[in-house]
């Protein structure tokens, strides 16, 4: 064999083992599920049942999911005490599946607990989850976790740049509109065949696309992160319609499970910057534009919407609180969700809220208050 051909089989092969390695490491130590394509409503990458690994260098965990396609346990034939619906603080993919704000609420109130939650999806998706799989459930109370620091934008396709999920307007007498029906993301990228069986591609892609989005959101955001303009006390034109799209929205929520004879009820979950004075500082100190604006006066706006249409608890107290009495971190540095402890500490805060909701079930089984958890 000539020297010049010995020499590219030598750095073909040599490649091939490296890309080979990388495709080992990749699926040990970071492996991205193989997803089908985004649904309508139940979208995201963990959409099929069974368990997936989900690694990042802030948590490794193996999330399960169940026949129906949520992150949660197997669920029985019987009717849920609390049924919760949100996004992806309510989906707790980050830790492991007994530490997430549904488990922990079921542990803190003795009633049995069932998530629904579907990342990035905003109240419209919401309130298509709760027609087409939380009611046909039976539960006995319908918790929406609303989270204030995206909820909002989520509703909004002037703001969001989702597209596989739906989207609602506004008529003049106040009735909903549906305007943008979802579409199948393509979330797999070019070259759908490497997708499905290369991990190192998925990864690749996965971490491609984060920075694509991060991008995409401070362009959004005319230099700052568009999630945080929700803060900014001088409200856009098109931040008045996505509030009013999303009090319409939560109404409409409350009527359906008026009309199924379901109590329901508001939990307003804080993101990192709005529920800690550490995070909100840090937006000042990454964003110096955000100086001045005031997360607080956002969950004082999302109570004054939607307390007359529901009953409402704000989570944003009891976080403060806990980050003041002990600094282990409730909320993920890079990821922003919560980790383990801030799950424990927004069940806790919402267990005498659910139990004001459903004061019958409320109990031990006999018939004592169920005992509260420890503070986390």
């Not at 919402?350 to 004001?356: E, N, Y």
């Amino acid at each position: 064999m000539p020297p010049v051909v010995r020499r590219l089989a030598l750095a073909f092969s040599s490649t091939l083992l490296c890309f080979a390695a990388l495709e080992g490491a990749a699926r040990v130590w970071a492996p991205v599920p193989v997803a089908p394509p985004t649904q309508k409503l139940v979208r995201g990458s963990l959409t099929e049942p069974g368990d997936h690994p989900n690694a990042t260098p802030e948590y490794s965990v193996t999330v399960h999911v169940n026949a129906k396609g949520f992150v949660d346990t197997e669920w029985p034939d019987t009717p849920p005490d609390v049924l919760v619906i949100g996004d992806s603080y309510v989906q707790a993919a980050q830790v492991p599946l007994n530490a997430g704000f549904g488990r922990k609420l079921g542990d803190a109130t003795g009633l049995r607990v069932e998530s629904m939650g579907v990342p990035g999806a905003g109240t419209a998706t919401a309130l298509g989850v709760l027609e087409t799989y939380a009611l046909p459930r039976r539960p006995r109370l319908v918790l929406l976790g609303f989270l204030v620091g995206n909820d909002v934008l989520n509703n909004s396709p002037a703001l969001d740049s989702k597209r596989d999920k739906p989207y609602y307007d506004v008529d003049p007498d106040g009735s909903l509109v549906l305007t943008d029906r979802a579409e199948l993301a393509a979330s797999h990228g070019p070259f759908p065949a490497l997708w499905s069986v290369s991990a190192l591609w998925r990864l690749g892609w996965q971490q491609w696309s984060a920075r694509a989005l991060a991008q995409d959101k401070v362009a959004r955001g005319n230099g700052v992160p568009i999630d945080f303009r929700v803060y900014d006390p001088s409200v856009a034109p098109e931040w008045e319609h996505a509030w009013r799209v999303t009090g319409a929205l939560v109404k409409r929520m409350a009527e359906v499970c008026a009309h199924a004879g379901v109590p329901f009820g508001v939990v307003l979950f804080p993101d990192a910057a709005g529920g800690t004075a550490s995070g909100e500082a840090r937006m000042h100190a990454d964003w110096p534009t955000t100086t001045g604006w005031d997360p607080a006066g956002a969950h004082e706006r999302a109570l004054a919407l939607l307390t007359p249409l529901a009953p409402v608890v704000d989570l944003r107290p009891a976080v403060r609180a806990a980050e003041a009495a002990d600094p282990a971190p409730l909320y993920f540095p890079q990821d922003g969700h919560w980790t383990a402890r801030g799950h424990a500490v927004a069940a806790l805060g919402a267990a005498p809220f659910v139990r004001t909701l459903l004061p019958s079930i409320s109990a031990c089984p006999d018939g004592s208050p169920s005992k509260p958890q420890e503070s986390p």
